[in-house]
């Protein structure tokens, strides 16, 4: 009876949450609602809006996002508001996660979500022409249906992250090792306490196929799911673009700059990039912080690749063959460059210089774009007059936190022992992880690539909020239970009754 007078009254919390963070959204779009760009990335979405043209650099979801809100409009500030509710959308993800999966209570579930809305790295993208606001909010969606799926192990959610997955990386490709990782891990976490139970308590033959034949077929739904959409997915790619299928038509060609400096003549099968490498004291290439210079500027790497092989298939069999033997030859010289990248972050001067990288002062548009997008989006820019908006100096001035994101790997492996979010924690330690190994290596010096790490973090703060701020509370009890489909729960009494995957 106490139960369901609180509900009406919960629901009304929920409400009032959800209309604060849209207001604080839009409180703060009217503080600083100036579009951002950062070219050349933003340019080349701009162009997919309104050419068709198809990078082959970059996923290409995100220019026909620009076409439908923004081109018809002739103002990218309806694109702004659409990344505006994704990003009020994230901020009430978080909460829910917490409510519902972690079992905080709704009043620590609300604190998460504001910190979540309040984030510099969400907050500042919602202001760019980049495809960080909408992939932060669909990796927001995958990692609730994700933690869904481990908690109650139904097809439908794990059917859900893979859709979403895939349009995850069609906004951002950075997310496709994850995305990768979760086919096989989400599987195998969910029903890993059943199987460690078999193993210790000697459970009846009947049993223990009943359960590994569960785990099969949810981790064979999981693989088909994600051959056939990937699938698709590169044939989409390849048939707009009319090229062959593919993530990306110039991944060869990204992997070879960004591993320059650990790149040996003996690595490339063919004679005339063997030949350039030799001589890569001419252009820096062992040096870290010309690998950008590498891939684009005259003279140096893929430039002089380019001339020895002008036809760009070949020319992408050839680097990516050659950035694979690197990888396979030492892979500790490659981790070594991740290694690198994450030390340089460890001063207050270099933090801030990275949370600046991104604000495009030193490449503003040419006097060609700054029409097109005068004449196109009526977005007027005058590059003499360049200074940081409130939401760019709100993101250098939390430059702190973002030393927490570097250490979130640590929290959350700690995280990993504490009931009854052990598989919770041990998929944002992955996910942690894995985007800081990626960001790092085949990333660069600034902090837009740590935004989904800092939505994890804060999802692992809230699971140290509900071990010692409410540790009474639980999964369990945290909304009424769900049954599972394979019944495990009723075969062995020591789940106590629920179908979470407490072991």
């Known amino acids: 009876m106490n139960d369901h007078s609180h509900r009406p009254r919960e629901h009304e919390s929920w409400l009032l949450f959800c209309v604060s963070i849209l207001l604080l959204k839009l409180a703060l779009f009217a503080i600083d609602p100036t579009p951002k760009l950062l070219l050349g990335d933003s340019w080349s979405y701009i162009q997919t809006a309104l050419t068709d043209w198809i990078p082959e650099a970059r996923s290409y979801f995100y220019g026909y996002v620009i076409r439908w809100s923004s081109v018809w409009t002739q103002s990218l500030t309806s694109l702004l508001v659409l990344q505006l509710l994704i990003s009020a959308a994230a901020a009430v993800g978080s909460a829910l996660i917490c409510r519902f999966v972690f079992g905080l209570a709704a009043r620590w579930s609300f604190v998460t979500g504001f910190l979540c809305a309040l984030d510099p790295l969400q907050l500042l993208y919602e202001r760019y022409v980049m495809t960080e606001a909408i992939s932060l909010g669909l990796y927001a969606f995958v990692l609730y249906q994700s933690f869904l799926y481990l908690r109650d192990r139904r097809f439908r959610n794990l059917v859900l992250v893979q859709v979403v997955s895939v349009l995850l990386i069609g906004f951002r490709m950075s997310y496709l090792l994850l995305v990768q990782l979760d086919t096989v891990l989400l599987p195998v976490i969910a029903f890993s306490p059943a199987v460690w139970r078999t193993f210790r308590h000697g459970f009846e033959r009947a049993v223990v196929f009943r359960i590994f034949g569960r785990l099969g077929s949810h981790l064979l739904i999981s693989v088909l799911l994600m051959f056939v959409l990937h699938e698709g997915y590169k044939r989409t790619n390849g048939w707009i673009s009319h090229r062959p299928p593919a993530y990306l038509h110039a991944a060869g060609i990204i992997q070879l ?189 600034t902090v837009r690539y740590l935004q989904p790490i800092s939505f994890a973090t804060l999802l692992v703060i809230a699971i140290y909020l509900g071990r010692f701020i409410e540790p009474h509370r639980s999964v369990a009890n945290s909304r009424p239970r769900i049954r599972d489909a394979e019944s495990i729960a009723q075969r062995m009494p020591e789940d106590g009754g629920t179908t979470t995957f407490v072991s």
Request: charged share 20%; with cysteine; aromatic share 12%.
């Open 257 to 445: 700059a960004i591993l320059s400096p650990v790149l040996e003549p003996e690595d490339s099968p063919d004679p005339g990039l063997a030949d350039v490498i030799r001589k890569g004291d001419e252009f820096h290439l062992k040096d870290l912080n010309f690998r950008a210079g590498q891939r684009f500027s005259p003279g140096y790497l893929i430039d002089r690749f380019s001339t020895l092989h002008p036809e760009r298939s070949s020319a992408e069999r050839i680097a990516r063959e050659t950035a694979m033997n690197a990888l396979r030859r030492n892979p500790l010289a490659v981790l070594n460059l991740g290694w690198r990248v994450y030390s340089d972050y460890w001063s207050a001067a270099a933090m801030k210089a990275s949370a600046r990288s991104d604000f495009g002062f030193n490449n503003p548009p040419k006097e060609d774009q700054r029409d097109l997008l005068a004449s196109r989006f009526h977005l007027a820019i005058d590059t003499k007059k360049q200074t940081e908006s409130f939401l760019q100096q709100w993101s250098v001035a939390a430059w702190p936190y973002y030393f927490l994101i570097l250490l979130a790997p640590l929290p959350a492996a700690l995280a990993v022992a504490f009931r009854p979010t052990r598989g919770c924690a041990f998929l944002l330690f992955v996910h942690i992880t894995v985007t800081l190994l990626v960001s790092t290596i085949f990333g660069g010096h």
